[in-house]
């Protein structure tokens, strides 16, 4: 299984961030796995952004639900983040990672990508 993250590499204030997740090795709509976007801003720790289960179904942390929006494309077997009304602070390194149900784990990570947000 190998996840591969791609995006913009540099956003403006107030704009907004999209960063795409593309799956290869397993389906995005196999029951028993969810998909999660984390990030990890410079010289902070891991913050969860949201999650997508196998059958859809969206939850976000309550710090960024506001302004975040996971979805995905089955076809192509990928995994989306929007981020709007981005300032300097949604400077990250932005990963997508599996959970699975059965281990109990994020048991695949992407490399992620750098998203810097400057003007």
């Known amino acids: 299984v190998q996840l591969q993250e791609s995006g913009p590499g540099l956003v403006k204030p107030s704009q907004t961030l999209s960063v795409t997740c593309t799956v290869s090795?397993?389906?995005?709509?196999?029951?028993?796995?969810?998909w999660t976007w984390v990030r990890q801003p410079p010289g902070k720790g891991l913050e969860r952004i949201g999650t997508?289960?196998?059958?859809?179904?969206?939850y976000y942390s309550v710090s960024l639900k506001n302004r975040a929006l996971i979805s995905r494309d089955r076809s192509n077997n990928q995994i989306f983040l929007l981020l709007s009304s981005v300032t300097p602070e949604d400077t990250a390194v932005y990963y997508c990672?599996?959970?699975?149900?059965?281990?109990?784990?994020?048991?695949?990570w992407g490399r992620g990508t750098q998203v810097t947000v400057s003007s």
């Open positions: 990672t599996r959970y699975s149900g059965l281990q109990r784990t994020y048991d695949y």
């Open positions: 997508i289960l196998s059958g859809g179904d969206t």
């Open positions: 090795g397993a389906s995005i709509a196999t029951d028993g796995h969810a």
